[in-house]
Every structure is written in C-alpha cells, then in structure tokens.
Nanobody, 126 residues
Framework: QVQLVGSGGGSVQAGDSLRVSCAAS????????MAWFRQALGKEREFVAA????????YYGDSVKGRFTISTDNGKNTLYLQMNNLKPEDTAVYYC???????????????????WGQGTQVTVSS
C-alpha cells in the first residue's frame, strides 16, 4: 500500500496561487486513482479533484473548476494540486489520497480510497 505525505500549504491572499504536493512511497502511483479532498473547520470533507486510474481523465468539484488543476509527475512519484485565483472559501486542510480499486463512479467519494496523506493547511485571507 502506498504511503502519502502532503506538503506545500500556507497562508496567502485572495487571488494568489499555491501548489500543494503529495509525495508517494512504498509503491508507484501508476495504476492508482488519486484525488484531493479538503475539510474546512466544522464542515464535512469535500471532494476537490481526482485523476482516474489510467491517468487519462480528471474530475473537479464545482467550486474549484477552472481554478484548480490536478496532475502527477511519475518520475517523482508525486501528486500535485495547482490552485489559482484562491478565495477565502478555499481555506481548509487539504488531503491527498490514492486507491487501486476506485472506480469512476466512486472517484468523488472519500470512502472509496485506501491511503491518505496527513493533510496540509491552506489559509486564504481577503
């Protein structure tokens, strides 16, 4: 099972950009579905973005579509989330996750994934 370590969070102003990373070890990310979820204080965990197991398809939550981009660097075995035009409502702890048995219809369901990073805080001030 792959182990994940998230990093790259921080405090930024509204309109800024930030990239969070998720380094994998113990297995290659090839063949895994991968995703980012976020959880704001007092709220449910929310789907942000996902990559299908084949890596050919990306999916985004409505609130981040057009602003966030999920990608991987297979050479570095790392997952990324590029976040542009950040808004205060993007403030949350961001979690990376991966799963080998996640089917397309379950990509937005956090319960479908097996491995989770520890979370990285992103704070956006107005």
């Amino acid at each position: 099972q792959v182990q994940l370590v998230g990093s790259g969070g921080g405090s930024v102003q509204a309109g800024d950009s930030l990239r969070v990373s998720c380094a994998a070890s113990g297995d290659t990310l090839r063949g895994y579905a991968m995703a980012w979820f976020r959880q704001a204080l007092g709220k449910e965990r929310e789907f942000v973005a996902a990559l299908s197991r084949t890596g050919g398809y990306t999916y985004y939550g409505d609130s981040v579509k057009g602003r966030f981009t999920i990608s991987t660097d297979n050479g570095k075995n790392t997952l990324y989330l590029q976040m542009n035009n950040l808004k205060p409502e993007d403030t949350a702890v961001y979690y990376c996750t991966a799963g080998k048995r996640v089917i397309t219809s379950s990509l937005r369901n956090h319960m479908a994934y097996d491995s989770w990073g520890q979370g990285t805080q992103v704070t956006v001030s107005s």
